[in-house]
């Protein structure tokens, strides 16, 4: 410690050189801490180290610190942040929301370490693929592993075929949730689209032939899991990247509504027992449970507006102070089934205004990018992120990835790719992002 310094000035500095220490190595450190993450250990002393990163990241963001990447979204982050320490202290059982809290930190850690590779000079091109890459070893990692759930007699017969071979993963022992596998998969199709029909002389036959096959892997995960949140976040996602992708996709588009629309008002009587059998049974079922549940979370939510009741505190705390009558009391719930009634559960009023900060900032990341592109396929790839981020949000509507959950570690990713690919079109401030050039896509 220098003499001359206060002990302000010495803190500072130690803080800004932690900061600086831990992006550096972030990437590293989230691929060896992982695990960790992942699948927490029990026992406060481990959740306690672990958290002394989100110590350092509070002071980085409060300080705006050059170590720690500055992104338009960082203000959202730091509420987030605070948050889930405060949350901490809300929860009835720390080592209970230690998976969830976790799933936050490695998250954050993710968000902030591919930004920091990507202005670092690796390729936002590159980057893109190993996502959809990702998302295709997702979808064959939950052909392997998910526990199937039989509600359309057509594709039911197909996954009864399927061979289990992922069980006793801690927290999935069954299997993999199914609406789970879907919400994760809807934000990677309409990228895939996008990249498929890219007309870049400079794509080859290889790469396009590569997602090619991981669009089909992925659509045919998505087709089994028979989630229909999923497949009606699917096809509001794709509607709404044929409206920005081109005049001709809008017409498409619109002619497929019209047909759609005078096929239902002309001939519903005979097609509605036709629907309902293909869609599964118990739709009416889930619907009036749905409604229950956002109710008892919306008690919740008035109980603890400011500090939350904990993250993944809501399956435990609901059986006991709002019950349900639509589904057996032993029956677990794990979350609200809609990511915004379930952020503010988790963290508070204040938390679900760092979340919808989140969405909010990446949506007018997204929109000044598109408009700022001048290169027709650039605008059609950054559709496509864009679009499955809608999708994402639509599944989330009358289901959830919870936060902190570990297939919404995707979430983070994209984001950090939301940020890049805006990076690359800002020109004189971003143009030393040496890695943001996504020109040869």
């Not at 089994?224 to 996602?237: E, M, P």
């Amino acid at each position: 410690m220098n003499l001359s310094e206060t002990p302000v000035e010495s803190s500072t500095a130690a803080a800004h050189k932690a900061a600086a220490f831990v992006v550096r190595w972030q990437l590293l450190w989230v691929a060896l801490l992982s695990p960790l993450f992942l699948f927490p250990p029990l026992g406060r002393p481990v959740l306690l180290l672990i958290l002394l990163l989100v110590v350092v990241w509070v002071i980085a963001l409060i300080r705006r610190l050059d170590p720690l990447p500055l992104t338009p979204l960082n203000g959202a982050l730091a509420l987030m942040t605070v948050m889930v320490l405060v949350s901490l202290w809300a929860t009835f059982d720390i080592e209970f929301s230690a998976a969830k809290v976790l799933g936050v930190i490695l998250g954050i850690a993710v968000f902030f370490g591919v930004v920091a590779a990507i202005r670092g000079g690796f390729r936002t091109d590159i980057a893109l693929d190993l996502f959809i890459a990702a998302g295709t070893a997702l979808a064959i990692v939950g052909l392997l592993g998910t526990n199937w759930i039989g509600k359309v007699p057509v594709v039911e017969k197909i996954t009864a075929r399927l061979p289990a071979v992922i069980r006793g993963v801690p927290g999935q022992a069954e299997g993999f949730q199914p609406n789970a596998v879907a919400g994760a998969l809807v934000m990677f199709i309409p990228l895939q689209l996008a990249f498929v029909v890219a007309s870049r002389a400079n794509t080859t036959l290889l790469r396009r032939l590569l997602h090619v096959i991981a669009l089909l892997i992925i659509g045919g995960t998505l087709l089994l899991t028979q989630s229909r949140s999923g497949w009606i976040a699917l096809a509001v996602g794709l509607g709404a990247w044929a409206i920005w992708n081109s005049r001709r996709s809008r017409f498409a588009l619109l002619g497929v509504v019209l047909v759609a629309a005078v096929v239902l008002a002309t001939s519903w009587t005979r097609l509605e027992p036709l629907l309902s059998r293909a869609a599964g049974s118990g739709i009416r079922e889930d619907t009036a449970g749905r409604m229950e549940l956002w109710s008892r979370a919306i008690y919740g939510i008035e109980d603890f507006p400011i500090t939350g009741m904990g993250m993944n505190a809501f399956r435990k705390v609901m059986p006991v102070f709002y019950p349900t009558f639509l589904s057996s009391p032993d029956t677990d719930i794990a979350h609200a089934h809609n990511h915004l009634l379930q952020a503010a559960l988790d963290l508070g009023l204040p938390g679900l205004i760092a979340y919808l900060a989140l969405w909010f900032g990446a949506a007018g990341l997204l929109t000044i990018t598109i408009h700022r592109s001048t290169d027709p396929d650039q605008r059609r790839i950054v559709s496509g992120l864009a679009a499955g981020m809608i999708a994402y949000f639509v599944f989330g509507t009358a289901d959830t990835i919870a936060l902190g959950a570990k297939v919404g570690i995707f979430f983070w990713i994209a984001l950090a790719l939301i940020v890049a690919v805006y990076d690359s079109t800002r020109g004189g401030d971003g143009a030393h992002h040496r890695g943001t050039e996504i020109t040869e896509v």
